[in-house]
């Protein structure tokens, strides 16, 4: 396969890559020109027939999600973009902001042309200080050049982008947390329907999409549906709902290899691939254990499993959650995936927004039940008591609002079906990995 | 004497006209005071939900959803170090990294070094696992850190 050309990060290197002078000197805001010549549905009609499917974890094709909205709608539509990149392994949309601000700008600005959105909040998490100071700098020059503003380019499109910072909440990356979360409130997911695309931001039809797909549309709209297609992973024809893996994605290596960075290719790259040729292999001449394809929500392939296709429905198969943001963290053959499991059901305990029983609870059983385990006074028991737990809390078994529950289930199940003999060994042999705390102690 | 100076007010007051409703500015009104004060005292809540119109209980119920502000009780020193103990990070010594931090300023996570000077937190992944293990000083993240490295950093505050 010939070397592929990194298109969203083609311009990360450059010395000037933040700049509206640097991002114009190579063709920026040409997409945006293009589209406003367009009637609004057309830029939708190319955006659906690209098969761009949502990056923030989903895969919702992202044109199929703005015809959603209602038609003939007086006003206001809002866009919400999702840069609150918070699952544990992701951190593309970081340097994707930081690096690169204008392609962002210029695909918000070329969504809300198609979805007749004037307002548009970029929710982004606090940690991100430096992505806050580029994007706030943009958006300066923006305003200063006409590109955002009033009659945007000299034609009637206004358009107004405002920063929004969070404080440190996973859960707002969840896209109804982050609506609550932006109105003031606490983020508590909403129950939908109705979706936003109908009752969304102060009760107004609302888009939420993630900072990489607006990276996306901007080169869609400049070279085409046809283009995206023929990048990544063409659908499964007998399968009547596979929609099919198009287009450049975002990778994101770290963990246990020798070169933990990002790396932009096809859809459909494999977790070995990306391993061996682009993480330079797993560290101190070691070997992978375990892979988490996209974020621990998506739990965990196995050594047997390291030519997954990472694409939407390549984890799907090896039975983990799905692709998730392609976040992948090698763990290598040294490490106890006891002491993994807890770190990931850690996470979510702290996360949990507490607004579902079976999620407030169960995360926070599963770290306990993994905490006595790791105190050397596990019992074999444990073991189904987590599986019962995992498996009776998430929007598949449909008992909580939102897919957190999910996300922290998912890790349990397959940690416990793929390296369960693994999990039988430490309790037997009664080894600890922390000291047993008098609060533990007293709680059996 | 309102806590809130006159500065603060007008920052708060400049977020208003970027969102159709007052609540809306409640987490921009939030951070400003919280970092100004270094936590929300009752009286700044007060203020707070004058500006916007809301009940105080509003604004306190939204503060405490979020625990990154900080009540008069535990106010913050003058910075912040929060060091990334999730996956990517753990599994290339984050963990150990809060440890010798936490002895080296002689606090728990969660506590302030008694100078003042440094509050130490542990934080869920900073989004930048390609730098583990990471950390956070106030919101500027300092990828592959070592415990020289960190205290360094540090002793320079
Ligand atoms: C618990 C939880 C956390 C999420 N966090 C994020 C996030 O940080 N960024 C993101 O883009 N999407 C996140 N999502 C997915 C969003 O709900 C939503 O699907 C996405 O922002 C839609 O954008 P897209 O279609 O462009 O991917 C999260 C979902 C859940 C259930
Ligand atoms: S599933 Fe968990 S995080 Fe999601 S709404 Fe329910 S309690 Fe909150
Ligand atoms: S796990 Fe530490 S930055 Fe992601």
Redesign the interface.
């Known amino acids: 396969m010939p070397e592929f050309e990194p298109v969203l990060l083609a311009r990360i290197d450059k010395p000037d890559s933040t700049s509206l002078a640097g991002y114009r000197a190579d063709g920026g805001y040409e997409a945006l020109k293009k589209a406003l010549a367009m009637a609004p549905d057309d830029v939708t009609a190319i955006v659906k027939d690209s098969g761009l499917r949502g990056r923030g974890g989903a895969g919702f094709p992202a044109g199929v999600k703005w015809t959603f909205l209602p038609k003939n709608h007086p006003g206001?539509i809002y866009l919400c973009v999702n840069a609150d990149?918070?699952?544990?392994?992701?951190?593309n949309?970081?340097i994707l902001m930081e690096q690169d601000p204008h392609q962002l700008l210029e695909g918000i600005a070329i969504a809300c042309h198609a979805i007749r959105s004037r307002t548009a909040y970029l929710y982004l998490?606090?940690?991100?200080?430096?992505s806050?100071r580029v994007l706030d700098k943009a958006i300066r020059e923006c305003y200063q050049a006409g590109l955002l503003g009033k009659n945007i380019l000299g034609t009637s499109f206004n358009l107004?982008v405002?920063l929004?910072?969070?404080?440190?909440?996973?859960i707002c990356g969840e896209e109804t947390g982050l609506i609550e979360?932006?109105?003031?409130?606490?983020?508590w997911p909403r129950i939908k329907p109705p979706f936003p695309a109908v009752e969304g931001l102060?009760g107004k039809p609302t888009i939420v999409n993630n900072v990489e797909t607006l990276c996306c549309v901007t080169h869609v709209v400049s070279r085409g549906a046809d283009w995206f297609k023929s990048i990544g992973v063409p659908p499964n024809l007998a399968d009547k709902r596979d929609l099919g893996s198009y287009g450049p994605k975002l990778y994101?290596?770290?963990?246990?290899v020798n070169r933990?960075?990002?790396v932009e290719l096809p859809l459909g790259v494999t977790a070995r691939q990306l391993i061996d040729e682009h993480g330079g292999g797993v560290w101190k001449w070691r070997r992978a254990k375990a892979v988490?394809p996209g974020g621990?929500s998506m739990g965990f392939l196995s050594a047997d499993e390291l030519d997954t296709s990472l694409d939407f429905n390549g984890p799907l198969k090896a039975g983990c959650l799905g692709l998730g943001t392609a976040?992948v963290?090698v763990?290598d053959d040294q490490?106890s995936m006891v002491?993994?499991l807890a770190?990931?059901c850690r996470?979510f305990a702290?996360?949990s927004?507490g607004q579902c029983t079976p999620c407030r609870e169960g995360t926070s059983w599963m770290k306990k039940i993994l905490d006595r385990v790791r105190a050397g006074l596990g019992r074999l028991e444990d073991l189904d008591l987590l599986q019962e737990v995992a498996g009776s809390m998430g929007i598949i078994p449909g008992t909580t609002i939102c897919g957190l529950a999910d996300g922290a289930a998912w890790p349990v199940k397959n940690a416990l079906t793929k390296f369960r003999a693994e999990f039988e060994e430490y309790i037997r042999s009664g080894r600890q990995s922390i000291s047993a705390s008098p609060e533990l102690m007293a709680a059996h | 004497m309102p806590v809130l100076n006159a500065e603060l007010r007008a920052r708060i007051q400049t977020e208003l006209a970027k969102y159709p409703t007052k609540r809306a500015a409640t987490l921009p009104a939030l951070h400003i005071a919280h970092d100004a004060l270094r936590s929300v005292p009752p009286a700044a809540i007060e203020e707070i939900a004058e500006l916007l119109e809301l009940h105080p209980a509003e604004v306190f119920d939204t503060m405490s959803f979020y625990g990154f502000f900080r009540d008069d009780k535990r106010p913050l020193g003058k910075h912040r170090v929060w060091v990334c103990r999730s996956i990517s990070c753990m599994l290339r010594g984050g963990e150990d990294l809060l440890a010798q931090l936490s002895r080296r300023l002689g606090v728990a996570p969660g506590g302030t070094s008694a100078d003042g000077k440094v509050t130490l937190e542990f934080a869920e992944c900073l989004g930048a696992c390609e730098g583990a293990p990471c950390l956070l000083l106030d919101d500027e993240c300092h990828m592959n850190q070592t415990e020289q490295s960190a205290a360094a950093m540090i002793d320079k505050l």
């Open positions: 206001p990149e918070s699952e544990p392994g992701t951190f949309n970081r998490r606090y940690e991100y200080g430096r806050f107004d405002y929004h910072r969070g404080a440190g909440a996973y979360s932006l109105e003031g409130k606490r983020a102060f994101c290596i770290s963990g246990h933990p960075c990002c988490v621990i976040g963290v763990i490490t002491d993994v770190n990931c996470f702290h996360e927004c």
